[in-house]
């Protein structure tokens, strides 16, 4: 399966720092056609962004998206204005949302029957904090937020659908002295999260579903976590803001 290794800038970069390292990475991950990539810029930059990556190897998406298409919902952002504006994929579902602004899996789910409505590719993004995963609870957090985060999704379009396995204690932006999981750790838990596709879904849909580790992912260690049978590629925050370090992060497996 070819790997996906995608930047979550979060809320960083003026329009004008963005495209100043889109255009770094547009040189120096220009060729690499074995792996997929993709940027995830704050909605004020995808535009402009856009115009720089656009016809290259480099993907654009979003970091959250609002499930109507249009009305009286201010300062939401549709699907379809996405699109317009250049964007291959959508971020659903991320641990900060959940924590910050009350995203529950009920939302997650409309945010994806919406985009997928669209035609846009979305990423699912699941994962258990400290004490759930202390008091063992780990894969009953992530088997929900599967369930119910994808309820409805038909098998059919589980092809524009990636997960994004992101333990909260391992994320390092927001929190410096977070680790990544062990390779251990998140090799199991993708095989459990392939496991849950495969009961929701089928077999087929389970295997051919990309399954990204995201947590501290850095140029030092996306290797031996990349070498993991059920990790089909990356979610990575602080080290995809600066150019060369995404970029080492792309090229180092
Ligand atoms: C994230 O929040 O999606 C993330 C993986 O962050 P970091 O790479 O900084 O741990």
Redesign the pocket.
Known sequence: MKPLIAG?W?LNKTVEEAVETAARLKIILQGITDKDILICPPFTALDKVHHVIKGTNILLGAQDVFWEEKGAFTGEVAPEMLKDVGCDYV?IG???RREYFNESDETVNKKIRSSLADELNVIL?VGESLEQRKAGKQETVVEQQLEKGLKGVKKADMKFVTI?Y?PIW?????NPN?K?ATTNDAQEMHKFIRYILNILFDDKTAESTRILY?????PDNVKELMAQPDING???????LDAESFAKIVKGF
């Not at 391992?170 to 927001?174: E, Q």
């Open positions: 979550n979060k971020i991320h641990s900060e993004c994004a992101e391992a994320i390092s932006s927001g977070h990544p995201g947590g501290s992912m850095k990356g979610l990575v925050g602080g080290a995809s």
